[in-house]
């Protein structure tokens, strides 16, 4: 009779692990069934809208490409003024934050300039000129060690070393951005000593 009983609760057990066996895969079956099912319905077995997707953002990009490259190759748009009778372009100014101090060829004086610059261009110009700000203090700082006492003697020197200040700092900016947009440099603070 004991064995009866140890054989009736080893099947008990067993029976009862079965059925839990099975409710689990049971359960398992299901979830992978509503997993795929919903899989299915949103599209995501469906290659050909993927390769249409692919292509329609290829298409996007391209164009997007094709306009910067447009915006690009034309430079910076002149602002104009609001005026009936004539079209006008209104200037912008900006000052270097520096002065910049060199000293003058063969000489003990030295130079110090404040520059600040003018354009008629939109903002890109003053953008360009803050992000090569380095290169264009080099060139200018190039162009004030040049200076003789000579120079400093002539009537019209300020004006032409503006004038070759500008066409430098132009040439850098054509040299890193395509486009140079100053139009004219201005003093702002000019001493020798």
Do not use: C, W
């Amino acid at each position: 009779m004991a064995d009866e009983i140890e054989d009736e609760e080893e099947g008990t057990k067993r029976g009862g692990m079965l059925k839990i066996i099975l409710i689990v895969v049971l359960v398992l079956v299901l979830l992978v069934g509503a997993v795929g099912a919903t899989l299915f319905f949103t599209g995501f077995f469906n290659k050909a809208d993927d390769v249409a997707a692919e292509q329609q953002v290829a298409a996007l990009e391209a164009k997007a490409k094709e306009e910067a490259d447009a915006v690009a190759a034309a430079g910076p748009q002149r602002v104009t003024k609001e005026s009936p009778e004539l079209t006008r372009f209104e200037y912008h100014y900006k000052e270097l934050e520096r002065e910049m101090l060199a000293n003058i060829t063969n000489s003990r004086k030295v130079i110090q300039v404040q520059v600040a610059i003018m354009t008629n261009y939109d903002d890109r110009v003053f953008t360009n000129v803050d992000k090569h700000e380095f290169a264009l203090r080099s060139a200018v700082l190039d162009l004030l060690r040049q200076v003789t006492e000579a120079d400093l003697a002539m009537p019209s020197f300020r004006k032409d070393l503006a004038m070759k200040i500008k066409l430098e700092m132009n040439a850098v900016l054509e040299k890193y951005e395509d486009f140079g947009g100053i139009e004219e440099v201005y003093f702002t603070n000019f001493v020798v000593q």
